[in-house]
């Protein structure tokens, strides 16, 4: 059974950092490539960033390029985002999720088959 | 940047089909992929590519994209289908459509 379990959000004031991680099982995690989704409060989905399986392609959305960082480690089967300078605009819940294109890049097929819970960041003073 | 752009709501009637549209230049040409949301859960994938059905997704729910607009269509509506529907496509990056709120009535 595939499982994404993200953690490392909380309450943080803005200008600060945060880094997220996310745990994969269920899958060979070095397969595919690897996304995170963010969903403010009573709003729709917003694609954060995404990394390819060996980390040759990273990508990011404009709303978080220069603040935010995706990583992976394989050999962990994590994923992670480390987020800097963040704002009050940030305050969402992150969602790890996979791939669903057996190829290890993200692309013009790229769909998100698995979610985690995701793991509510709060930017606020 | 690319757009999608979706209804905020529809409604339906148990047992009858519900139409969510998602539209977007020349969206015939791109992928799409489409998601429902319950309150309090993760979004869950339920077409890909257009047309493909995940496994485990009912054969009630199917898809299509043509011209400007993709259209999930689920036939017999259920009760438990009532969520939030989000459409997805890749522009350069991954877009999400703004998601359309499915009432069972």
Known sequence: EVQLV????????????????????????????????????????????????????????????????????????????????????????????????????????????????GSLVTVSS | SYELTQAPSVSVSPGQTASITCSGDKLGQKYVSWYHQKPGQSPVLVIYQDTKRPSGIPERFSGSNSGNTATLTISGTQAMDEADYFCQAWDSSVVFGGGTKLTVL
């Not at chain 1, 060979?28 to 960033?49: C, I, N």
């Not at chain 1, 040759?56 to 603040?67: F, P, Q």
């Not at chain 1, 692309?107 to 979610?115: H, I, K, L």
């Open chain 1, 6 to 117: 993200e953690s490392g959000g909380g309450l943080v004031q803005p200008g600060r950092s945060l880094r997220l991680s996310c745990e994969a099982s269920g899958f060979t995690f070095d397969d595919y490539a690897m996304h995170w989704v963010r969903q403010a409060p009573g709003k729709g989905l917003e694609w954060v960033s995404g990394i390819s399986w060996h980390s040759d392609r990273i990508d990011y959305a404009d709303s978080v390029k220069g603040r935010f960082t995706i990583s992976r480690d394989n050999a962990k089967n994590s994923l992670y985002l480390q987020m800097t300078s963040l704002r009050a605009e940030d305050t969402a819940l992150y969602y790890c999720a996979k791939d669903a294109k057996l190829s290890g890049g993200f692309d013009m097929m790229t769909s998100f088959d698995y979610w985690g819970l």
